[in-house]
């Protein structure tokens, strides 16, 4: 399997993020030079993470050169539209220290604000402009995706959303698939305070496989070529998640996880329902 994943507009992404989701600004630095000095080659955080200098701040730090590491970062919902956007990814690109982004998100639809559509033309025009590689969105449900693609003929090159292996996400997998999409999976461990890790299907196979639960689970999106975003704020956990390229999980071990997903799987909200 290759490091990287190639994209809809040319780009080819790293399969393996370090996701930033509530870490403190003032810790990001220390963490995120110490994760991409382990190997890491993708950060993913978001203007609501409210950390984005720190990770500036440990890209800086860290012993890489710019065009090695990919960063992406997601619009607050409450700035969308089309000129508030412009203005928001000025003050995106200034906190990380930034001249071009790598991948900017659209965070949520917020179909409630009416305005995903406006805001998607603004990020075509940053595109255009060179000032970010690529474009994509996060919580779309095939109905939105299909509006702005229909409005705009621009295809997300991603799509990031909730996925682990009790909520699989197999009907948006395979209209990404038909459609070009990357879909990236968001909380793949089963998110903060995760019961997954102790779930006895995968404590077996991990112990089959002599890895820990964390690692099966990082692999098993791996094997579904889906570009995963496990959260450690611990450096020892973060570069555990990322030894996951010397085993392999079985057709067995595949379909033993594939009988965990579940229609109660979800722990975030709707993609409709956050509108604020
Ligand atoms: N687009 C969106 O709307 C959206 C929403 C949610 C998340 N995300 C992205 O996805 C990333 C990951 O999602 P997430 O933070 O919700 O959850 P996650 O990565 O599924 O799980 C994180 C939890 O697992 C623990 N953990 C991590 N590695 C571990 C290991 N090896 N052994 C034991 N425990 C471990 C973490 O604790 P410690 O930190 O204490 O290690 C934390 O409690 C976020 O950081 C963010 O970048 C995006």
Known sequence: MTSHIALNDGNAIPRVGLGVWRLADGEAPRLV???????????????AYQNEAGVGKGVKLAKIRRRDIWITSKLQTSLQGY??????????????????????????????????????????????????????????????????????GVTPAVNQIELHPRFQQGASRDWHKQH???????????????ALLQDAI??????????????VIVRWHLQLDLVVLPKSSKPERAVENLDVWNFALTEEDMSEI??????????LPHPNELNG
């Open 33 to 47: 030079s110490e994760a991409i000095d382990a190997g890491y080659r993708h950060i993913d955080t978001a203007q």
């Open 83 to 152: 000129d508030s956007a412009l203005r928001a990814f000025d003050q995106t690109i200034k906190k990380l220290e930034l001249d071009q982004l790598d991948l900017f998100l659209v965070h949520w639809p917020a179909p409630a604000r009416g305005k995903y559509v406006e805001t998607w033309k603004a990020f075509i025009e940053l595109q255009q402009q060179g000032r970010i590689r690529s474009i994509g969105v996060s919580n779309f449900l095939p109905e939105h995706l299909e509006r702005i693609i229909g409005e705009t």
């Open 180 to 194: 070009g999409i990357v879909t990236e999976s968001y909380s793949p461990l089963g998110g903060q305070g995760t």
């Open 202 to 215: 995968i404590d077996r196979i991990a112990k089959r496989h002599g890895k820990s639960p964390a690692q």
């Open 258 to 267: 594939a009988g965990l997903d579940s229609p109660d799987g979800k722990t």
